[in-house]
């Protein structure tokens, strides 16, 4: 299931980047708010089925820390965005969510490649946490960013997407495969 929810949630990104442009219609504008809570819904989805997979958190080895640590931060930073989506969280914390969405990536692909039978999925999900950031970093709507460009805030955002499609199918074959 979560493999699934990762390949939806990158899915419903790329559409959010695809339709979102200033002047869009009504119809179109509705479809993209619908597809910006649906991301960070099933992308948390996605997170619980990677942190199915990781090693288990009785252990006190730097594995297990970092994969506990980036589920925290990394399913905080989806429910940050839902509940501003939604309205629930006030004024919005911009780029924060993302901030912690992708620094969750990060640890628990660091924690899934210290673990043999689960290099190819943490590889996978540590190159999504790195397109993620760069896309953020280059973002000229962002507060921090260190070099804006749009194009490559563009290319890195699909490639984002992308990766997070494979981790979502590599998620599920490598459960199929237990």
């Known amino acids: 299931m979560g493999g699934t929810a990762a ?3 990158g899915l419903c990104y790329g559409a959010v980047g695809y339709f979102h442009s200033p002047g869009i219609s009504g119809y179109t504008g509705a479809l993209v708010s619908v597809l910006s809570v649906a991301f960070p819904a099933l992308l948390l989805g996605g997170l619980l089925g990677l942190h199915a997979r990781l090693p288990d958190a009785t252990q006190t080895d730097f594995a297990s820390s970092a994969g506990i640590v980036g ?5 905080f930073g989806a429910v940050l965005r839902i509940a ?3 309205g629930l969280g006030g004024t919005e914390t911009t780029f924060f969510w993302w901030v912690l969405l992708l620094a969750g ?5 660091l924690a899934a490649s210290f673990r043999g039978r689960l290099r190819l999925l943490g590889a996978v999900v540590s190159i999504s946490g790195a ?3 760069v896309s953020v970093l280059t973002d000229p709507a962002f507060s921090g960013v260190l070099v804006p460009m749009r194009p490559v805030h563009v290319a890195f955002a699909a490639a984002f997407c992308l990766s997070t499609v494979v981790w979502g199918a590599v998620l599920m074959v490598s459960r199929e495969n237990r």
């Open 7 to 9: 390949v939806l949630a």
């Open 71 to 75: 589920f925290v931060f990394g399913c």
């Open 84 to 86: 501003w989506k939604l």
């Open 131 to 133: 397109l993620g950031w």
């Open 105 to 109: 990536l990060t640890l628990m692909g």
